[in-house]
């Protein structure tokens, strides 16, 4: 178009590209899109402004998205109840609760009072923050302004109420939607069955998902790997083997979250026979497993002593895809500690370095008490340094058996000054 001449871009030419650059996350782009407007003597308006100003708050670029809204007032472009929302909904990310509040009375003062979708981001904030509570007042001002709160207002109160522990009064928000008729969502059942399932309340959960059919609602995955999880986490292994049968039976393909939740739950259920015949028949039917799968079972080995197994499923895995991560290593250097085998711990743990997978904080904390339970107390002392040079902190575990020892004159009192500042 430019290059032709005769077909100029206007505003909304330039707006669908800079929605399009904000979608993928590119923000800088949109932004010297609208620069380029400027300079093609072609006027931004509100919806150039509000798609930026949104698409930095969701980035929790929230210095960004004020500066633009504040050149968006000083160029006399007046500001909408979605510019308002996108800032309030930014500022709530990173928890500046006055500072949603004095957004929200600026708002109200300019005559652009909240709407919906206003009233939706601090319902859902609030409820995030365990505030259920100042979320019902919301809810009933919103009423009292008569805007009627929708599925999504409900959603994020009944998920409020799972995640504080009170299924009654989620049972009732729930009931509440399904007397109102077409409220009630896949999500809500989602919401309710996570929320039974936390509570370990697996026969209301599934009393749940078999109601969904009564709604004409169909479960997706998210259902049945919710459902799954509960099952194995209450110790109902055959419930949930028959629920991930009827879930490939009803065309819902597992995803690999799901033979995470069944791979975990079979190893918390200490069916290790069983996850290992399981995990021959995923890679040999070509299935794209990630590490998660494959640290979950070398854990539940090493739990179970069995490190022979675990360190044959560790060294397959230098020839495959996923490679190990820090975690993987980890979880081995802890089997290895456990099993008192502190040579081959220590040899583990150069080879991270060596292979450029290098270690966390959480993996010196690990060998470091490692050694010390096995009273190879020096050795950890040598490895608390290295771990202070590399930047890292001693955790609550660490510094409980380090102070056990400063009482025999075994540690260095400055180090143990620093080990206690550090946690």
Request: hydrophobic share 35%.
């Given at each position: 178009m430019l290059q032709a001449g005769h077909c100029k871009p206007n505003v909304f030419t330039f707006n669908t590209l800079i929605k399009g650059f904000c979608m993928i996350g590119n923000n800088i782009a949109a932004i010297q899109l609208l620069r380029k407007m400027e300079e093609g003597g072609c006027e931004p308006n509100t919806v150039s402004y509000n798609t930026i100003i949104h698409s930095l708050c969701k980035d929790t670029l929230i210095d960004e998205a004020f500066n633009l809204f504040s050149e968006m007032i000083s160029r006399g472009i007046a500001p909408t109840v979605v510019t308002y929302t996108s800032l309030i909904q930014g500022v709530c990310n990173i928890r500046q609760w006055k500072q949603a509040t004095a957004l929200l009375n600026e708002m109200v003062s300019q005559g652009i009072f909240p709407d919906i979708h206003t009233f939706n981001v601090l319902v859902d904030t609030l409820c995030k923050e365990g505030m259920v509570v100042e979320a019902e007042t919301v809810v009933e001002t919103m009423i009292q302004r008569d805007i009627e709160p929708d599925v999504i207002t409900y959603n994020s109160l009944m998920d409020g109420y799972c995640l504080q522990g009170e299924m009654d009064e989620a049972k009732h928000v729930f009931h509440l939607m399904v007397s109102k008729g077409s409220l009630v969502n896949v999500r809500s059942c989602n919401i309710l069955i996570n929320g039974y399932c936390k509570q370990k309340k697996t026969d209301e959960a599934s009393k749940i998902f078999q109601e969904m059919t009564c709604w004409e609602l169909v479960p997706d995955t998210i259902t049945f790997n919710t459902l799954i999880d509960g099952f194995y986490k209450a110790g109902r292994i055959q419930e949930a083997e028959k629920l991930f049968s009827e879930m490939q039976d009803c065309g819902q393909l597992p995803a690999v979250q799901t033979y995470n939740i069944i791979v975990d739950g079979l190893c918390n259920n200490q069916q290790l026979s069983t996850v290992l015949e399981l995990l021959r028949d995923m890679e040999g039917n070509k299935l794209e497993l990630d590490i998660v799968v494959y640290n979950t079972i070398i854990e539940g080995l090493c739990k179970a002593g069995k490190m022979d197994s675990a360190i044959d499923l560790f060294s397959g895995l230098s020839s495959k895809h996923p490679q190990p991560d820090v975690w993987t290593h980890k979880i081995m250097i802890l089997g290895f500690c456990k099993g008192g085998l502190l040579?081959?711990?220590?040899?583990?743990?150069?080879?991270?370095?060596?292979?450029?997978?290098?270690?966390?904080?959480?993996?010196?904390?690990?060998?470091?008490?490692?050694?010390?339970?096995?009273?190879?107390?020096?050795?950890?002392?040598?490895?608390?340094?290295?771990?202070?040079?590399?930047?890292?902190?001693?955790?609550?575990?660490?510094?409980?058996?380090?102070?056990?020892?400063?009482?025999?004159?075994?540690?260095?009192?400055?180090?143990?000054?620093?080990?206690?500042?550090?946690?």
């Open positions: 040579s081959e711990a220590e040899k583990l743990f150069t080879e991270m370095k060596e292979k450029g997978c290098s270690p966390n904080g959480c993996t010196y904390n690990t060998v470091i008490r490692g050694f010390m339970n096995n009273s190879e107390t020096s050795r950890a002392m040598e490895l608390i340094q290295e771990m202070r040079e590399r930047g890292f902190s001693a955790d609550t575990s660490t510094l409980h058996l380090i102070v056990g020892l400063s009482s025999k004159d075994t540690v260095d009192p400055v180090l143990l000054a620093w080990l206690k500042d550090s946690v």
